[in-house]
C-alpha cells in the first residue's frame, strides 16, 4: 500500500427547488456517491467544501453532512459566483480525502443534469 496524500475530488447536484428537503437530498446523494465511488472513509475525509448557486438559501448543505453523521470532518459552505445563464439550483462539492490513489484514479461526480458541467470527467 503506498503512502496516503491529499487529493481533492469534485462533485456537483442539480436540485428541483430551493427548499430545506431538497438540499439535503441533494447533498446526501452527492457525497453518498463520492464516498461510495472511491472508497472513502469518512475518518480519510480531511475537509468538505460545500457551495450552493445564489438561488438555494434555504438551507446550509452541511447540515446534511452533520445529520449523515460527519461530526468530526471539517465543513464549510459558500455562495458560487453569479454568473448570468449559468445552471440554477447547483450544490457543488470539493472534498479533500486522504488516499492512496492517484489522481487520474479519483472519481468526480456529477450526478443528474450536472453531468453536462464536466462531461470530460465523466467520461472516463
Known amino acids: 500500500m503506498g503512502e496516503k496524500l491529499v487529493r481533492g475530488i469534485r462533485g456537483a447536484i442539480a436540485v428541483g427547488e430551493n427548499t430545506a428537503e431538497e438540499i439535503f437530498r441533494g447533498t446526501e446523494e452527492l457525497l453518498r456517491r463520492i464516498v461510495e465511488e472511491n472508497g472513502i472513509n469518512t475518518e480519510d475525509i480531511a475537509s468538505v467544501f460545500l457551495t450552493t448557486t ?24 459558500a455562495r458560487e459566483i453569479d454568473v448570468p445563464g449559468r445552471m440554477p439550483r447547483l450544490i457543488r462539492v470539493l472534498m479533500h480525502v486522504n488516499t492512496t490513489k492517484t489522481q487520474a484514479e479519483i472519481k468526480h461526480q456529477y450526478l443528474g443534469e450536472a453531468a453536462a458541467l464536466r462531461s470530460d470527467l465523466m467520461e472516463k
Open 54 to 77: 445564489p438561488d438555494l438559501n434555504a438551507e446550509f448543505p452541511a447540515t446534511a453532512a452533520r445529520r449523515m453523521g460527519w461530526t468530526l470532518v471539517p465543513l464549510l459552505c
